[in-house]
T-cell receptor, first 116, second 117 residues
Framework: AQSVTQPDIHITVSEGASLELRCNYSYGATPYLFWYVQSPGQGLQLLLKYFSGDTLVQGIKGFEAEFKRSQSSFNLRKPSVHWSDAAEYFCAVADRPKTSYDKVIFGPGTSLSVIP | DTEVTQTPKHLVMGMTNKKSLKCEQHMGHRAMYWYKQKAKKPPELMFVYSYEKLSINESVPSRFSPECPNSSLLNLHLHALQPEDSALYLC????????????????FGDGTRLSIL
């Protein structure tokens, strides 16, 4: 069965420092991968997605992620963190679609705190 | 601003009450989803509607009853809930790209914070 792991439950970084959030997936075929962010009291916002092609994916808010098939990883990065980036981050994989809807498997999430 | 609108934002109800959560999107998406999210946990899929028909029910108790009146609206009817049902309920939608032709990301609303007394 498909699964997603995020090894870091909580990460604290200083504002202006670089950030990398780790994500590993288990999936038999080429996965469809996503990163979502959830600020307190809000829903999930899509940061970026990988379907195929270039393994380095650019997203919103200055985030990027790199798909590495050999490591089954899809790590999220940002060169300089802003205080507003403090939130919960979820990595997710979509089941290979046989229908018009998607079943998305979410990782457990990484909580990011930013020190001023 | 989110393109998926959920009402109400907060709901407090007793265990004997009947209430409904509403979700609306005008993006032309034909798949809509209900998720339940407990604090510090990822969303858990409850139901999927595809073209206004129920496609997935993740073994959700019958005290939760979904309804999709049209392609833009999704309701979740609540009755005789338990305290453990207190959670954030998220609605999402995604574009139909045809079976087996790929996938599109889900767009989420801000959720309804439900508290059961």
């Amino acid at each position: 069965a498909q699964s997603v792991t995020q090894p870091d439950i909580h990460i604290t970084v200083s504002e202006g420092a670089s950030l990398e959030l780790r994500c590993n997936y288990s999936y038999g075929a080429t996965p469809y991968l996503f990163w979502y962010v959830q600020s307190p009291g809000q829903g999930l916002q899509l940061l970026l997605k990988y379907f195929s092609g270039d393994t380095l994916v650019q997203g919103i808010k200055g985030f990027e992620a790199e798909f590495k098939r050999s490591q089954s990883s899809f790590n999220l990065r940002k060169p300089s963190v802003h205080w507003s980036d403090a939130a919960e981050y979820f990595c997710a994989v979509a089941d290979r679609p046989k229908t018009s809807y998607d079943k998305v498997i979410f990782g457990p999430g990484t909580s990011l705190s930013v020190i001023p | 601003d989110t393109e998926v609108t959920q009402t109400p934002k907060h709901l407090v109800m007793g265990m004997t009450n009947k209430k409904s959560l509403k979700c609306e999107q005008h993006m032309g998406h034909r798949a809509m989803y209900w998720y339940k999210q407990k604090a510090k946990k990822p969303p858990e899929l409850m139901f999927v509607y595809s073209y206004e028909k129920l496609s997935i029910n993740e073994s959700v108790p019958s005290r939760f009853s979904p309804e999709c009146p049209n392609s833009s609206l999704l309701n979740l009817h609540l009755h005789a809930l338990q305290p453990e049902d207190s959670a954030l309920y998220l609605c999402a939608s995604s574009q139909d790209v045809g079976a087996g032709r790929g996938t599109q990301p889900q767009h989420f609303g801000d959720g309804t914070r439900l508290s059961i007394l």
